[in-house]
T-cell receptor, first 113, second 108 residues
């Protein structure tokens, strides 16, 4: 049973549209992460947060932005979608000590046409 | 040098084979280690944590060598359902660092 939820599961959208990918977790985790992954390729960390009002950029430069107003919610926004943003976006969360690793959501598969 | 390095594979093995994955990491201060499994077009899922003394879960055995900064995963009696990409994961400075993964394909 999933404790971290991502919506939508699939999204096809036109170039120039603003989109928000939702991620929510019910585990009370302070740490949350966004990864981008192309098919058959490695995970790239694009944003992370250690708690409310804390956000940091990851290793891969991204035109997306994130916010963390509530512990359970970590949405990712693209102001103007482009075909180069086509990818899978995975959200994850963890407890502070990382003893149990990250729990991932099912991902959002984004296609920008 | 990348923080976590794995052989990308693919490893193509017959059912019943024993297969070993290796991984090296660069941060000697790392304290937590994991193996994740990722099926095609799915999210990564935790397979097992890796402990200093080594640990076993059914057909899967994980080993850690801190001196060599080396982690391994052994799968015995491989099944068709073991086909997936296996990710070596190491804690570093408050986050987890994921290797690129090793793809395993088990054939009948």
């Amino acid at each position: 049973e999933a404790d971290i939820y991502q919506t939508p599961r699939y999204l096809v959208i036109g170039t120039g549209k603003k989109i928000t990918l939702e991620c929510s977790q019910t585990m009370g985790h302070d740490k949350m992460y966004w990864y981008q992954q192309d098919p058959g390729m490695e995970l790239h960390l694009i944003h992370y947060s250690y708690g409310v009002n804390s956000t940091e950029k990851g290793d891969l430069s991204s035109e997306s932005t994130v916010s963390r107003i509530r512990t359970e919610h970590f949405p990712l926004t693209l102001e103007s979608a482009r075909p180069s943003h086509t990818s899978q976006y995975l959200c994850a969360s963890s407890e502070p000590g990382l003893l149990y690793g990250y729990t991932f959501g099912s991902g959002t598969r984004l296609t920008v046409v | 040098r990348k923080e976590v390095e794995q052989d990308p594979g693919p490893f193509n093995v017959p059912e019943g084979a024993t297969v070993a994955f290796n991984c090296t990491y660069s941060n000697s201060a790392s304290q937590s280690f994991f193996w994740y499994r990722q099926d095609c077009r799915k999210e990564p899922k935790l397979l097992m944590s890796v402990y200093s003394s080594g640990n076993e879960d059914g057909r899967f055995t994980a080993q850690l060598n801190r001196a060599s900064q080396y982690i391994s995963l052994l799968i015995r009696d491989s099944k068709l359902s073991d086909s997936a990409t296996y990710l070596c994961v190491v804690q570093s400075q408050g986050n987890l660092i994921f290797g690129k993964g090793t793809k395993l394909s088990v054939k009948p």
